[in-house]
């Protein structure tokens, strides 16, 4: 059975920061590529960041520069470190694990992230 399970989320003030983790079981996690997506209320789920299986990341343009994604393959973990935090942040954060070539889609539960004063 596969799980991903998200932690780390929270409230914080604008220009603070949080590092989400998602702990990944059930799976071969380093040939997976890995991404965080995010859900404001009454939004599209959209792309955060990604990385590939060999480490290749991209992101998002509304947090390049801001967020970095990383993985440890030792510990089925891939991370979300986001820093100046801006209102428009506040989302509910998505775990996604994903091999295109044989139609493989996790999801996990969902971490909520709130910037706010």
């Known amino acids: 059975q596969v799980q991903l399970v998200e932690s780390g989320g929270g409230l914080v003030q604008p220009g603070g920061s949080l590092r989400l983790s998602c702990a990944a079981s059930?799976?071969?996690?380093?040939?997976?590529?890995m991404g965080w997506y995010r859900q404001a209320p009454g939004k599209q789920r959209e792309l955060v960041a990604a990385i590939t299986s060999r480490g290749t990341t991209n992101y998002a343009d509304s947090v390049k520069g801001r967020f970095t994604i990383s993985r440890d393959n030792a510990k089925n973990t891939v991370y979300l470190q986001m820093n100046s935090l801006k209102p428009e942040d506040t989302a509910v954060y998505y775990c996604?694990?994903?091999?295109?070539?044989?139609?493989?889609?996790?999801w996990g539960q969902g971490a909520q992230v709130t910037v706010s004063s």
């Open positions: 059930g799976i071969i996690f380093s040939i997976y590529a």
């Open positions: 996604n694990s994903r091999r295109m070539l044989v139609g493989l889609d996790y």
